[in-house]
């Protein structure tokens, strides 16, 4: 019993850690962009198409030469996001 509780908490912690994980806009895919808030589908192809001609973002302020992100987009994504 107490087997399955501890192993029950583990996977727990790992779901809710999974669950906050940082969304990294260098190898995320169009459903996980489009996750992020004020991400839809048109800007998460411009995002794809942005990294895919320009590399990958070395900053997250990158984000802003993005057609169709701005600086309160690039504001609400700053902690849901990762380089």
Excluded at 14 to 38: R, Y
Excluded at 63 to 78: D, F, Q, R
């Amino acid at each position: 019993m107490i087997r399955k509780t501890v192993l029950f908490v583990f996977a727990l912690l790992f779901l809710v850690n999974s669950a906050f994980a940082a969304v990294n806009i260098n190898k995320a895919d169009k459903a996980a962009l489009e996750a992020l808030p004020g991400i839809g589908a048109a800007k998460a192809d411009a995002i794809i198409e942005y990294r895919t001609k320009n590399g990958n973002f070395k900053t997250k302020e990158q984000l802003l030469e993005v057609k169709g992100i701005g600086p309160k987009i690039l504001e609400s994504l700053t902690k849901e996001i990762e380089l």
